[in-house]
T-cell receptor, first 113, second 114 residues
């Protein structure tokens, strides 16, 4: 069965520092991978997605993610974090034959001034 | 503005009192879905709809009903709410429901059942 693991419940970084949020998935075939961000009191917004091709994908707000099949990972990165990036981040996986996303449990990002 | 709206945003109710959470989208999307979000569990799908009059169960459908009489609306109905349905609920929509379509989420409805 498909599953997504986000091992870090909370991460705190200083403003201006780099960020990496981890995501590991379990899926037999090539997965469709997504990162969403949920700002306080808001719905989820798509940051980026990977379906095929170049394993480094660029998203909105300066985020990028790298698909590593050998590690079953799809980690989210940002070179310099801004205070407005404080939010909860969700990794999700889907299958071509499915209409459903499987979400990880989320990582809450706190940004120190 | 393209959006998914939900009402109410916050609701406190008592066990057994029927309630409906409305969801509406203005993007002419075929696919709509309901999720619940619980701490440590992420989002789990409750029901989804591929088109008008077509609905199907997600992963956690027990205690919920849905209907899709119009393309733009997809209400979530709790006939007899219980405290374990206290959660944050999100409605989402996408063009065709294909996994490659971007899902657009509503702002969420925080439900407390006493």
């Amino acid at each position: 069965a498909q599953s997504v693991t986000q091992p870090d419940i909370h991460i705190t970084v200083s403003e201006g520092a780099s960020l990496e949020l981890r995501c590991n998935y379990s899926y037999g075939a090539t997965p469709y991978l997504f990162w969403y961000v949920q700002s306080p009191g808001q719905g989820l917004q798509l940051l980026l997605k990977y379906f095929s091709g170049d394993t480094l994908v660029q998203g909105i707000k300066g985020f990028e993610a790298e698909f590593k099949r050998s590690q079953s990972s799809f980690n989210l990165r940002k070179p310099s974090v801004h205070w407005s990036d404080a939010a909860e981040y969700f990794c999700a996986v889907g299958a071509e034959s499915s209409y459903k996303l499987i979400f990880g449990s989320g990582t809450r990002l706190l940004v120190r001034p | 503005e393209a959006q998914v709206t939900q009402n109410p945003r916050y609701l406190i109710t008592v066990t057994g009192k029927k309630l409906t959470v409305t969801c509406s989208q203005n993007m002419n999307h075929e696919y709509m879905s309901w999720y619940r979000q619980d701490p440590g569990l992420g989002l789990r799908q409750i029901y989804y709809s591929m088109n008008v009059e077509v609905t199907d169960k997600g992963d956690v459908p027990e205690g919920y009903k849905v209907s899709r009489k119009e393309k733009r609306n997809f209400p979530l109905i709790l006939e007899s709410p219980s405290p374990n349905q206290t959660s944050l609920y999100f409605c989402a929509s996408s063009g065709s429901g294909a996994i490659t379509d971007t899902q657009y989420f509503g702002p969420g409805t925080r439900l407390t059942v006493l």
